[in-house]
């Protein structure tokens, strides 16, 4: 967990546009670390944009979902815009 809240630090800017966030694991044998943090009044390009300093290459899923993964810190990203909404839930995923 100590890794994803570090990467979160990186989203410093945009901490006040934070409405929730969760820690939780899941895989199999739980283990997989993630965080969700859901961000209001935001696109996903904001988000993307935000994170263009890191070394992550990015897949588009569809207009409302793009999924990363970090090569420098092996952290795997899910973002994606809640339909009729204007927030965005950024998934980080660490992988044990």
């Known amino acids: 967990m100590q890794s994803l809240q570090l990467y979160e630090q990186k989203l410093e800017d945009i901490s006040s546009k934070k409405v929730?966030?969760?820690?939780?694991a899941s895989g199999r044998a739980y283990q997989n670390n993630n965080l969700e943090i859901t961000y209001d009044s935001l696109t996903i390009d904001d988000v993307k944009g935000i994170l263009s300093k890191q070394n992550i290459g990015w897949n588009e899923i569809n207009k409302n979902r793009i999924v990363g993964h970090d090569y420098d810190t092996n952290i795997y990203l899910e973002l994606y815009k809640e339909r009729g909404s204007d927030k965005v839930t950024l998934i980080l995923q660490k992988r044990n």
């Open 20 to 24: 929730s966030e969760e820690y939780y």
